[in-house]
């Protein structure tokens, strides 16, 4: 799972560091779904460090049915205060970004030509363009 929005803690070392991005993770999860089972969890951050923005962190958990239960509720943390701003996504590798890149590219092409009513959907695990109430286009 990818954790967004998270704020990186200011201790100086590493270890430190490391234990703060965990047990903000696993309440992070625990809030998005209390029997999330959290033991064993990987954190870390992706990115370079930069004081001007905050880095995803990136959590390595023991089952993939875990992680789809998790996003499937991660709804649940826009109705925490402390949580509002934090949003959880799938690790997507950098061909599935690309993919979606270039279907938002076409979705903002077909909207601004005047269709309306179209998203993008999952569809076992590939972006699709689809009319809100219908089937795939």
Known sequence: IMIFGASESLASDGRSVIEADIVLASDILRKTNPDANI???KVFRVGR???AKIRP???VLQSSNEVKLLIRRAKKLKKNDLYKNI???FDRTSKQID???AMKRNLDSRIQ????????KYMSGCPKIVKIG???N
């Open 39 to 41: 033991q064993g969890i």
């Open 99 to 101: 993919e979606y890149k």
């Open 134 to 136: 219908n089937s795939l």
């Open 113 to 120: 030509s005047g269709e309306t009513g179209l998203v993008i």
């Open 49 to 51: 460090e930069n004081p």
């Open 57 to 59: 962190m990136k959590v």
């Open 87 to 89: 949003s959880l996504s």
